[in-house]
Each structure stands twice: as structure tokens, then as C-alpha cells.
């Protein structure tokens, strides 16, 4: 299975600022996803970060307040522009494509508390 | 949209106990995925289904792929205190590269 890592694993950040999230991969997969659980929920998908272009945004997510790079098979990040305490929450990579098309892995997540 | 809906929401069992929750749809899906989330950690893969009426097992786990299409379940058999933690099914289906999760189901194993 894909082995993913993340950083930073938790912050604490004020209001109005920005956080970018990295997500490593350790083999090249097809496909990358962001995920955000707010606390006592399930994942709901932010977007699919696409190789080389720009990012599918599910409805109710927007690339000025997410805005994500993917520039290889590996690795991608997420931002979390402008954030207010409404943002904090889990956010979670997830890729698949390694070993099995339809199978999906999740990294550990990201912590993110607004103040 | 698609949903999933799981249940129970939470359980409350005692060690040695089986376990069985389900997940079913409002659609279908064409493959199936079971994760267990443990408290600060991302969900962790534990048995995937590719076929309809597919029954799959993985040690003291067993889940199967519904008939239908439109529903899962997975069972636990003889609990142990690592089990605690929320189990998440997932749907995928074809020309749709997203998953959509269920709402989840707490385990909590009483002392």
C-alpha cells in the first residue's frame, strides 16, 4: 500500500492567516485527494488535485480559499487561506492508484485550530 | 447526491463480543471500502470489495459487498480493546473517481 506523510501534523494559527499543507507520497500514484473532518464528522472531499493543472473543486469549496499545487506524481499541497475558527478541522491527503486502482489511501491528517 | 448511511452510530460492547454494522445506499457503487479511524490518526484501509456478492475476509474481520450494489456490511468477531475506534464504509462508483463515505460507527468496548 501507498505509504503517505503529511506536514505540518497539527498547527494553531490566528485568524486571517494562511497555512499550506504538504502531502508526500512514496510511490507515484494516479490520483490525489484533499479531505476535511470537522470534529465528530465524516470526510468530505475539498478537491482532486490534478497533476500539472488546476484542481477539481467539490461544491461548496473554492480555489481562492483552497488553493492546491500538485507539480508531480508525489506530492501536493493545500492552503488554507484567510482562515477563521470555522476552518479548524482535520484535513486530510489521500491518494490511490498504488497497488490497486480503486483502492484509496489517507495520510495521518492535519490538525488545524484557529484562533 | 449520494449518501451513505451507516449504523448503528455508536456501539457499546463488551470484549469478546461480536460486532456487525452496515452501510447502505441510495445508489449503486461498484466497489466498497471498509476503514477503522483511531482517535488523532487518518482512516486506515481494511478491506476492500470489488464484486457484488463478494465475501471477504481479513483475521477476525469479514465484510461483503450486497447483492444489490447499494449496500455493505462488516462484521468483528471476538473484540479486543484495539478495535475501539470509528469504522467508515466507502463507496466508488464507475466514471466517478471520488469516494463517498458513510457517516461512520463509533465502537466503544466497556471494561
Known amino acids: 500500500s501507498a505509504v503517505i506523510s503529511q506536514k505540518p501534523s497539527r498547527d494553531i494559527c490566528q485568524r486571517g492567516t494562511s497555512l499550506t499543507i504538504q502531502c508526500q507520497v512514496d510511490s507515484q500514484v494516479t490520483m490525489m485527494f484533499w479531505y476535511r473532518q470537522q470534529p465528530g464528522q465524516s470526510l468530505t472531499l475539498i478537491a482532486t488535485?490534478?497533476?500539472?493543472?488546476?484542481?477539481?473543486?467539490e461544491s461548496g469549496f473554492v480555489i481562492d480559499k483552497f488553493p492546491i499545487s500538485r507539480p508531480n506524481l508525489t506530492f501536493s499541497t493545500l492552503t488554507v487561506s484567510n482562515m477563521s475558527p470555522e476552518d479548524s478541522s482535520i484535513y486530510l491527503c489521500s491518494a490511490k492508484g498504488t497497488p490497486n486502482q480503486e483502492t484509496q489511501y489517507f495520510g495521518p491528517g492535519t490538525r488545524l485550530l484557529v484562533l | 447526491g449520494q449518501q451513505l448511511n451507516q449504523s448503528p452510530q455508536s456501539m457499546f460492547i463488551q470484549e469478546g463480543e461480536d460486532v456487525s454494522m452496515n452501510c447502505t445506499s441510495s445508489?449503486?457503487?461498484?466497489?466498497w471500502l471498509w476503514y477503522k479511524q483511531d482517535p488523532g490518526e487518518g482512516p486506515v484501509l481494511l478491506i476492500a470489495?470489488?464484486?457484488?456478492?463478494e465475501l471477504t475476509s481479513n483475521g477476525r474481520l469479514t465484510a461483503q459487498f450486497g447483492i444489490t450494489r447499494k449496500d455493505s456490511f462488516l462484521n468483528i468477531s471476538a473484540s479486543i480493546p484495539s478495535d475501539v475506534g470509528i469504522y467508515f464504509c466507502?463507496?466508488?462508483?464507475?466514471?466517478?473517481?471520488?469516494?463517498?463515505f458513510g457517516t461512520g460507527t463509533r465502537l466503544t468496548i466497556i471494561p
Open positions: 466507502a463507496g466508488h462508483d464507475f466514471g466517478n473517481e471520488k469516494l463517498t
Open positions: 470489495l470489488y464484486k457484488a456478492g
Open positions: 488535485a490534478n497533476q500539472g493543472s488546476e484542481a477539481t473543486y
Open positions: 445508489s449503486i457503487f461498484n466497489t
